[in-house]
């Protein structure tokens, strides 16, 4: 198929980001693949063409090199450009807080500039509900009000879409998507491509999947007093490829309309760390030991999305459910004991 676009994806070797580009690729666009590897391989690109036969262009490099930015906007003609690139590790932001800044914050910011001189000004950016902070009142829409978040991560997001905002009612030029997303497990139903974290995940899945195949003893399940049905945490898991259709469609909405538009990526329903634990040992057939223990320091107790507003101005929702999210998980995870290593 022709290339319909070219469509730059930062970060686009690490988990979200590769899922995104495969789904660019089949539906007909163009990829450019932006990562400096910090938190990735690029070996899953070559996966991405074993599973669609198709490959994207892979420019290895940072966001906050300036000249980079710039040779790679000289060289291929980007239209539009999703923006994944950045760290997300909520403990090490807080032991690191420049290095998060640095990345996420200046990083997006050096990027903006780019795209600006080189006349690109469509962009989706990954952020995530942990802007909306500790909200009493669930499902959570788009007009819920941003909160202070407890962390040096979250805050670099929620300064990232201050910055966009600004963008978008300074120069009219500017077209953009926040896209706020809940929780992204699971991975494409091929087995090629998943998360593949560095060292201990902090997230509950992945660790949950690492107990399964023997790498980590035992779940720790941080609370089991908070005010829902079951006393664990309450989150939105959201499948990744869900999410990636959800990317496609947003860089076809603001294709078509200018300014600043902010869209939740969830699934709409909320499920508990023991709901998700009972699913997982349905979906692999393992029993996960586990010990409940203290709350994490800086945890909510419950996140779910109103996804109202992408399903009205984007007409999408998410598909797949929670056994999808945990089979897929699961064989992402059986089939790769070492992720891309
Ligand atoms: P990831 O670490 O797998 O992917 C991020 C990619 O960005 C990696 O490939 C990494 O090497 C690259 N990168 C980091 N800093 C860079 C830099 N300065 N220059 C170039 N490349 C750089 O993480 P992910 O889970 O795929 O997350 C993608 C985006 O979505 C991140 O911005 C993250 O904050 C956001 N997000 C993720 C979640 C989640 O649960 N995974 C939730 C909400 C938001
Ligand atoms: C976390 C981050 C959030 C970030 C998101 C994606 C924190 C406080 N929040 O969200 O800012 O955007 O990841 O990177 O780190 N759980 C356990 N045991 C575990 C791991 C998690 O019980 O080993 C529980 C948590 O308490 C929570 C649920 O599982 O109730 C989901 O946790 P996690 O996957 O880390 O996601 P969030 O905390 O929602």
Same mark, same amino acid.
């Given at each position: 198929m022709k290339e319909t676009s070219l469509v730059l994806v930062t970060g686009g070797a690490g988990y979200i980001g590769s899922h995104i580009t495969l789904s660019l690729l089949e539906a007909g666009h163009g990829v450019v693949v932006f990562d400096n590897l910090s938190n990735s391989s690029a070996e899953s690109i070559s996966r991405i063409e074993k599973i669609c036969g198709k490959k994207p262009h892979f420019v290895m490099g940072d966001i906050r090199d300036k000249q980079a930015l710039s040779n790679l906007f000289n060289r291929y003609h980007i239209d539009s450009v999703i923006h994944c690139a950045g760290l997300k590790a909520v403990g090490e932001s807080v032991k690191d807080p420049l290095t998060y800044f640095s990345n996420n914050l200046v990083g997006s910011v050096t990027l903006l500039e780019a795209m600006a001189r080189a006349n690109i000004f469509r962009l989706v950016f990954s952020s *995530?509900?942990?802007?909306?902070? $500790? *909200?009493? /009142?669930?499902?959570? /829409?788009?007009?819920h009000p941003t909160a202070a978040p407890t962390n040096p991560y979250g805050r670099s997001k929620l300064m990232v879409e201050d910055v966009l905002r600004d963008l978008a009612t300074s120069d009219q030029r500017w077209s953009i998507a926040t896209a706020r997303y809940f929780n992204p497990i699971g991975a494409h *139903? *091929?087995?090629?491509?998943g998360e593949a974290p560095n060292g201990?995940? /902090? /997230?509950l899945v992945p660790y949950i999947s690492q107990v399964a195949i023997g790498k980590l003893k035992k779940l720790q399940i941080?609370?089991? $007093?908070?005010?829902?049905p079951d006393g664990t945490g309450v989150r939105d898991y959201i499948h990744v490829m869900d999410l990636a259709q959800g990317h496609l469609k947003a860089l076809h909405a603001i294709s078509l309309k200018n300014g600043l538009n902010i869209w939740n990526f969830g699934s709409g329903k909320g499920y508990s760390v023991l709901e998700l634990l009972d699913a997982f040992e349905n979906a692999s057939g393992k029993k996960i030991p586990y010990d409940i223990v203290a709350r994490r320091a800086g945890d909510i107790p419950k996140c779910w999305a109103n996804t109202d507003k992408a399903r009205q101005e984007l007409g999408w929702r998410a598909e797949k459910n929670l056994n999808d999210m945990m089979i897929d998980t699961w064989r992402w995870q059986k089939n790769n004991p070492t992720g891309y290593n």
């Amino acid at each position: 198929m022709k290339e319909t676009s070219l469509v730059l994806v930062t970060g686009g070797a690490g988990y979200i980001g590769s899922h995104i580009t495969l789904s660019l690729l089949e539906a007909g666009h163009g990829v450019v693949v932006f990562d400096n590897l910090s938190n990735s391989s690029a070996e899953s690109i070559s996966r991405i063409e074993k599973i669609c036969g198709k490959k994207p262009h892979f420019v290895m490099g940072d966001i906050r090199d300036k000249q980079a930015l710039s040779n790679l906007f000289n060289r291929y003609h980007i239209d539009s450009v999703i923006h994944c690139a950045g760290l997300k590790a909520v403990g090490e932001s807080v032991k690191d807080p420049l290095t998060y800044f640095s990345n996420n914050l200046v990083g997006s910011v050096t990027l903006l500039e780019a795209m600006a001189r080189a006349n690109i000004f469509r962009l989706v950016f990954s952020s *995530s509900a942990t802007v909306y902070g $500790d *909200s009493p /009142n669930m499902p959570v /829409n788009e007009k819920h009000p941003t909160a202070a978040p407890t962390n040096p991560y979250g805050r670099s997001k929620l300064m990232v879409e201050d910055v966009l905002r600004d963008l978008a009612t300074s120069d009219q030029r500017w077209s953009i998507a926040t896209a706020r997303y809940f929780n992204p497990i699971g991975a494409h *139903s *091929s087995g090629l491509i998943g998360e593949a974290p560095n060292g201990i995940p /902090n /997230n509950l899945v992945p660790y949950i999947s690492q107990v399964a195949i023997g790498k980590l003893k035992k779940l720790q399940i941080f609370g089991g $007093d908070y005010p829902t049905p079951d006393g664990t945490g309450v989150r939105d898991y959201i499948h990744v490829m869900d999410l990636a259709q959800g990317h496609l469609k947003a860089l076809h909405a603001i294709s078509l309309k200018n300014g600043l538009n902010i869209w939740n990526f969830g699934s709409g329903k909320g499920y508990s760390v023991l709901e998700l634990l009972d699913a997982f040992e349905n979906a692999s057939g393992k029993k996960i030991p586990y010990d409940i223990v203290a709350r994490r320091a800086g945890d909510i107790p419950k996140c779910w999305a109103n996804t109202d507003k992408a399903r009205q101005e984007l007409g999408w929702r998410a598909e797949k459910n929670l056994n999808d999210m945990m089979i897929d998980t699961w064989r992402w995870q059986k089939n790769n004991p070492t992720g891309y290593n």
